[in-house]
């Protein structure tokens, strides 16, 4: 019978084994009296198993409130759980309950983090992955061989309807790939979402008739369910491409349910990562956290990005972006979305860590705010990354572009 | 124009006033460079506010990552934020985006936590908050005057279908007011979740012939969700009175959907809140997190056990059940569900705290594995928590009641 395996960097005054058998009998059929139905066959059949307990370190203070060390030692340790699919089946909120439950309560750790999910190859079958990925998105906006380029709508609330498609159209002209709505702006109360995606889509449209290219728009389409729902028609009626939605915010049953309608490519926004990641010893790791979402269907994913205004160091980022672009099944490839303070300076750093153009790279200032104007602006960042991938250094491309070379000035 | 005001416990090595005002800037309207649209009347409409910023302490090392201090000084603060509902009208998931999005990614802080949501009027008006509550859950197992008292089924996995019925058989017998599946559980190898509903309710609804009283059972319909509604609608359709979602897995536009058909009581599964709450600069507190589920129309609701088998301190268990107590609009109460590790011993304690019996207090090994039978553990729960509204002693309560007096030897 096919096991999912979980793998958890612990902290824990106790013996890293048996807080470890704690963890799996929490997680499983143990129970802290012994119960009549708990026979050897049931346990043989539905109890977690402890794979592997490696000791990594032992410190003194304890990672977060739990249980007290007499000898003041907090053992750290990477451990391998593991779960017959027979427990669940193919939920992926009950998968969740299991592997991100209870277990963060328990006294015995003073951390615990979700490191990564070792899945079965039936889940391959089972979830159909991303409808578009990296190649879909590269055909919706017509982009190969280089990043698609975005930007996203500022200020992030407050423009009228109007405001907001006449931005849309600079944008276009200018010659970018993809826009989106801030998080923050779903409806408000002077801008509806219907009435923005009709005046946006009428320009994309005749951008689109002009010119043969569509202007891929993320809809920050995040509510209810059939709200959600609603938009997410609304989009495609109006001949959309993409639909945002805040999947933490939202939830993970809800954003699969919109994701399972496979007509729109999905911008999955993850704002409130940091209270999920930001503490070493707590949470769960991106690379266990983008398996689900690309289980469930998410075909763009942030990853925030190099040098970025957020706490995030850039070697996590980079790890975000190979975790991203790690096959999974015969699925379509997650693709990788870059944003936090990126101008195209980054572009350099980025590809001599990843080695990849497969991203959406977005920026946001250093498009509205070029010197030279908005369009400069996305042919400075065209500009940034073909050079990153020829070997330039940004000064040699900064010489030979003027555009690019505009940017340095202002955002270096 | 009605405002949300959000309070924050914060640490920052910067001034705290200026690190709040970025977190409003963030979540609103505000951008790192400045750009066309940005007008004053903008501004003005759609701008967070920092409303204040109340110093608590300053320490020397940070809480989490994040801005180091050249000088070792990390200042914590409460800070209250603002936001014009005109920003996102009635979306709980844009709410939450706003209230707990990207801002725990910012950089400025090295600790962030949401405390507290003081939400304006209207909202008591669009969203209608639990369908039952305490009363209705009252009325629905027939119980006044005292804590409806519960277990979970254990093994929390493994158990067949007929294992399941005829434990609950056994615990309807001995008086049980409520059951409820384990979170682990929801569709296993072993129990489909309609044939247990089908052979649970076939008990309970039997039960209910002879004595007029029916069982509440909450069962597990976590998952997707055509799924969910589906699983809700089979309990519904064989008599049930309850079903239970797991709400940090389902997520909240999900759970909110089932909520909001208003035919059974949700029991509300907090399982994961750990993750969301052990460090205390991280995450939310359960003040602000209640406030949430109870828009969104949770019954009941988590919230840990006086003496827990958790990590979590009694002053802050006791802090929920007050948390959940207190009146939100003309809504209906959600009822607090007490539970990990208890047998009845905590009921003078959490009593003595509280001075309520409006809970749903739940013992797992306390019943079944009481030395008289499970009808003594029932009963013995019961006596525990007479004797502690009526002000004895717990050692008192033990030489009146015989049944809890044996509890007491056997877990005391």
Known sequence: MERIT?????ETPYDPEKAAAVLAGEQSSGTFVAVPGETEELKRRFSARVE????????????????TSKVGQYHRAIVKVSWSIENFGYNLPVLVS????????????????LMDIDLPGSYGDHYKGPVFGIDGCRQLAKVQNRP??????????GLSVEQTAAIVGTLAEAGIDFVKDDE?????ANSNFNDRVNAVMDVINAHEGKT??????AFNISGEVDEMLQRYEKIVNRGGTCAMI???????????????????????????????????????DFKAYQKIWRLAGADQLHVNGIQNKFWESDDSVVASIEACLAKMYDHKTVMPVISSGQWGGQAFETYRRTSTVDVLYMAGGGIMAHPMGPAAGVVALQQAWKAAVEGMTLE?????????????????
Do not use: C
């Open 396 to 412: 040699e491309a900064a010489k030979i572009y003027p555009e690019f070379g505009a940017s340095v000035k202002k955002f270096g």
């Open 148 to 157: 698609l380029i975005g930007t996203i709508i500022k200020p992030s609330i």
């Open 246 to 284: 805040s999947i933490n915010s939202v939830g993970l049953a809800a954003a699969k349910k919109v994701m399972d309608q496979r007509k729109l490519a999905i911008h999955a926004h993850r704002n409130g990562w940091g209270m999920l990641s930001r503490h070493p010893l707590l949470g769960i």
């Open 98 to 113: 299991t592997l991100q439950g209870n277990l963060y309560e328990i006294t015995q750790f003073t951390g615990l983090r």
């Open 6 to 10: 979980a793998i958890y960097y612990i």
């Open 52 to 67: 592997s307990v490696e000791l990594v370190e032992t410190v003194k203070e304890p990672a977060i409130p739990g249980a």
């Open 184 to 188: 923050l702006l779903s409806t408000s």
């Open 212 to 217: 043969g290219k569509k202007v891929m728009y």
